[in-house]
């Protein structure tokens, strides 16, 4: 049977401008079971030709028929089987992985093609060449014969039809060239087709034939002796199902990121801060919001407050309640217009110098009604709030907060004490819960006390300072607001003329504001963080185009091993993933860790969602696939004798 049939084949390479032939209308046949020796003068087209025999390179014109498949105009992955399946390679440089043992560099064809008992096979092979003892040795670790030998071992993993060995013993000492060509005897008396090429006359003397090449020509074709090698079955070797191929190529992956731990976790690092930062900000907004909902739920649900603002008269601005005052008989004509409102309070409020015992302090003094209790939310921690009872009898009682308590007190019991408020004294009948700050106030630095005894003992006011109402949610909000403020304008007869005399604050409103704006900043700390992955994704294509740069030679073995483009894409996307993947884990971890730390030292209100952490993850490994794609693209796209060649 015909092994290798060329018809009338040529090649040309490009120099600068010019086109430079370095295959001259090549006709040949080699039969199963040839030992074919290609000789020639460096430049003559041998290795070029040996290239294109190997389906490593391609022809321009002719064609090539490799055991009666016509390989002209075939796809790359058609190309990658036929290499897999059918051809063993031997070259001169050996072109074994460096990181990797024998047995490991032996296996690699197996990557891509069924073997029965890879492992047992591969030693096998190694104990035929005379490594059975240098399995887990390097090839650093290996002499020059050694590595060659490695080699061969390697190219009859799969079983091949014919082994194309490019001056095998090139850069071999003379021991190590006659074992070589021994060990090729000894393939070729196993019935293996060898087409060797050599510039070694000593060497071409061991096979059956040897063609002499000159200027890309054939000029001689002579046999040395009679062919007769021994059976061999000539069946195809079968390519892996891709399930297996995948599993090979991550486990490939693995062992070359930890032969590169340095380099792994930098290029990791960058999407470890980036996820943690992502989490963190998550959960710092996530907090900052329910916070934000803590402090207006305790101010009271739909809580709406009136407030007295300017007004002008003729055209000039007159001072904030200067003329339109509120005053109690408001708030029973508010009473009584709308009997809908649930719980309505006078409000009015002065700074006063508080005294008890040897100690004094200035907080913020609040007259308000029973409901005022209700209204936000303000059940006593200790002892009761004050009746309509006292409220009408203008009791000197009150309620103090928690820094009152703290500042007066040391946090000792307040109830059935008194306190001086302004010199006037009043005893203490509860204990306000704790509230925490809003904005710049300290909403625990308040004392309550019944409005009416505010308003005549203690500060002098006829009129309130405003209203604070709980409307339904059934309510139309918007249409009360306007009865509210005709209602007003009606009392004290002014209209909307003279300005926005009445101020009327929807809590609803304000929290929708506030939270927006939180939201908003939120989004913006996201963005940046997002930022921080991308630049992370781009420190990964980085390292994975250096990575590329360096591992060239590497592609074009495997590619002349059987891989194909997209056995070469998977490899490196799955290695780039990996890193993302490593940084995004221990990202995850890290941000964890530094949100219970904000919250355990720093009291920082946060919630930590898993959502949150699920989203930074998803991200993270999207970062290493979009960020791999185009070096993985840019290997996988690599000719193998152009990979090969590289320095």
């Not at 022809?59 to 399946?85: E, I, K, M, P």
């Not at 061991?206 to 002499?212: A, H, N, S, V, W």
Request: glycine fraction near 8%; charged fraction near 20%.
């Amino acid at each position: 049977m015909i092994a290798i049939q060329l018809e009338q084949l040529s090649k040309f390479y490009k120099i600068g401008k010019e086109r430079f032939q370095v295959l001259k209308n090549i006709s040949l046949t080699i039969h199963e079971g040839e030992f074919v020796a290609i000789m020639g003068a460096s430049g003559s087209g041998k290795s070029t030709l040996l290239q294109i025999l190997g389906l490593l390179d391609d022809a321009d014109t002719g064609s090539y028929h490799l055991f009666g498949v016509n390989t002209r105009n075939q796809t790359n992955d058609f190309l990658a089987d036929l290499r897999g399946t059918t051809i063993g390679f031997i070259f001169q440089q050996f072109h074994l992985l460096q990181k990797t043992n024998a047995l490991n560099n032996v296996l690699l064809p197996t990557l891509y093609s069924l073997v029965n008992e890879p492992i047992q096979t591969a030693k096998q092979l190694l104990e035929k060449v005379g490594l059975a003892s240098r399995l887990e040795h390097a090839p650093n670790e290996l002499s020059g014969g050694q590595q060659q030998r490695v080699a061969i071992a390697r190219s009859l993993m799969n079983d091949p039809k014919i082994i194309f060995a490019d001056e095998p013993t090139g850069n071999l000492d003379s021991k190590s060239k006659i074992d070589i060509m021994s060990e090729l005897i000894r393939l070729h008396e196993e019935g293996r087709t060898i087409v060797m090429v050599t510039h070694e006359p000593e060497m071409a003397k061991y096979c059956e034939r040897i063609i002499q090449f000159s200027d890309g020509e054939i000029i001689s074709d002579k046999k040395q002796k009679p062919i007769k090698p021994k059976h061999l079955d000539t069946k195809l070797s079968v390519r892996k199902k891709r399930i297996e191929i995948i599993l090979g190529i991550f486990k490939q992956s693995v062992i070359s990121l930890l032969a590169n731990r340095l380099r792994s976790f930098l290029s990791a690092l960058g999407i470890l801060f980036g996820v943690a930062c992502v989490i963190c900000v998550m959960a710092l907004g996530e907090g900052a919001k329910k916070n934000i909902e803590d402090q207006f739920s305790s101010m009271g649900a739909n809580l709406l407050i009136v407030r007295t603002g300017g007004m002008r008269s003729g055209g000039v601005s007159l001072e904030a309640g200067s003329v339109n005052r509120l005053d109690l008989f408001d708030l029973e004509a508010i009473k009584r217009k709308f009997p809908f409102i649930q719980n309505i309070t006078a409000t009015v409020n002065a700074r006063g110098q508080v005294v008890y015992a040897n100690k004094n302090w200035n907080s913020y003094i609040m007259g308000v009604s029973p409901s005022y209790e209700q209204l936000r939310n303000l059940q006593p921690a200790e002892g009761r709030f004050f009746s309509e009872t006292e409220v009408n009898h203008k009791s000197l009682v009150c309620l103090v907060g928690a820094t009152v308590l703290r500042e007066l007190y040391d946090n000792k019991q307040a109830v059935g004490t008194y306190i001086k408020i302004n010199r006037i004294q009043f005893k203490v009948i509860g204990v306000l819960p704790e509230k925490g700050s809003a904005g710049f106030r300290d909403q625990d630095d308040v004392i309550l006390v019944p409005i009416t005894t505010a308003m005549r003992r203690l500060m002098n006011k006829d009129s309130v300072d405003g209203l604070e109402m709980e409307v339904s949610e059934s309510e139309d909000r918007e249409s009360f607001i306007s009865e509210l403020k005709s209602l007003l304008h009606g009392r004290h007869g002014t209209n909307e003329s003279m300005g926005n005399i009445y101020q009327i604050l929807s809590m609803a409103d304000i929290q929708a504001a506030v939270s927006e704006t939180s939201e908003t900043m939120s989004s913006l700390l996201i963005a940046l963080a997002v930022i921080s992955l991308v630049v992370g994704g781009i420190g990964i294509m980085n390292i994975m185009l250096v990575s590329v740069k360096e591992r060239t030679k590497e592609i074009g073995l495997r590619k002349a091993l059987g891989a194909r483009e997209s056995d070469i894409r998977m490899q490196f996307l799955i290695e780039s993933s990996l890193t993302s993947l490593s940084g995004g884990i221990a990202g995850v971890f890290f941000g964890i860790l530094i949100v219970y730390f904000l919250q355990v030292y720093f009291g920082w209100t946060i919630v930590l969602s898993f959502p949150s952490i699920g989203i930074a993850f998803l991200f993270s490994i999207s970062i290493g696939i979009l960020f791999g794609w185009w070096p993985s693209e840019y290997a996988s796209k690599l000719s193998p004798i152009i990979a090969l060649r590289s320095e």
